[in-house]
């Protein structure tokens, strides 16, 4: 576990010069990912967007989790993940109160299996997927890469399937919007099978848990995700880490988060690159 101060003013330095030598993109809007809509707010809410490297073949993919409680939001492209050379697929998913925090869940494991299946028509490797997601969306990000039933649905195994998740400031204890279905205060902590932590085990995906600093997050928010990052440790998960960014609250930790995933990103596809080589 680390706890780090970015100086943002080269971070953007940083990314400039590597900005300049991308190649284009382009953006495919409100693709649908459920083939069968099972009503009509379905049908407006389980959409994405790919943001996509033109002309490029092999790229990874990075699916994108938009924040809002699972009460509001909207599928986004973050600026920062832009031109990074791999693709950002944005996800819209449907809302509580009009939906259950299950389809929630539900829609982010059929977004997912979505791009896995189909990424490659548009020149990625389905091979070289993350999850990633801030706040509700970093919820989404464990629920289904820690909890096998939901994307095993959609006959996808995330412990096979997805390189690293990347959860920003999500729940890890019962989401409070779940809480509220349940008729519980949103104040009272609860772990049952909706929350990330019920889930924890060894044999996932590389995880690295973002969080803003322990004074400015949300009520429990960085000390919720200390004790995950422990417990899947104790677990024996072997590469799982734990960034806390000092003066970010929890809305402005993306900010510092964003350049911090896109360097694991690499990290990642570097290691995977050379390991190839050696074989």
């Excluded at 779940?178 to 590389?206: F, N, S, W, Y």
């Excluded at 104790?234 to 880490?241: E, I, S």
Aim: charged share 25%; net charge negative.
């Amino acid at each position: 576990m680390k706890r780090l101060l970015l100086t943002l003013a080269c971070s953007a330095l940083l990314c400039g010069a590597a900005q300049a030598a991308e190649p284009a993109y382009r953006t495919e809007c409100d693709i649908a990912y459920r083939s069968e809509a099972p009503d009509a707010y379905a049908a407006e809410r389980c959409l994405l967007d790919l943001y996509l490297p033109t002309g490029a073949e092999g790229f990874a993919t990075v699916i994108w989790y938009h924040g809002g409680g699972l009460t509001g939001g909207h599928k986004e492209i973050p600026a920062a993940l832009r031109e990074k050379g791999f693709a950002v697929a944005g996800i819209n998913y449907r809302l509580a109160p009009r939906a259950k925090v299950a389809d929630c869940v539900d829609d982010a494991a059929a977004a997912a299996a979505w791009v896995v299946r189909h990424i490659a028509e548009y020149g990625g490797d389905p091979a070289k997927v993350f999850l990633a997601g801030h706040s509700a969306g970093g919820y989404l990000t464990s629920m289904i890469g820690l909890d096998k039933r939901w994307l095993g649905r959609y006959g996808i195994d995330p412990d096979t399937t997805f390189v690293a998740m990347i959860p920003y400031s999500g729940q890890v204890v019962t989401h409070f919007s779940h809480r509220k279905e349940l008729g519980i205060p949103d104040t009272q902590p609860l772990v049952d099978d909706m929350a990330p932590l019920a889930h924890v085990r060894p044999d996932c995906v590389p995880m690295l848990i973002l969080s803003g600093d322990r004074e400015l997050e949300m009520l429990g928010r960085y000390e919720e995700n200390a004790y995950f990052w422990r417990m899947m440790r104790v677990a024996g998960h072997r590469d799982v880490q734990l960034l806390e960014f000092d003066g970010f609250d929890h809305g402005k930790m993306p900010q510092a988060g964003h350049f911090v995933a896109v360097r694991y990103i690499r990290e990642r596809l570097r290691a995977r690159e050379n390991a190839n080589e050696r074989k």
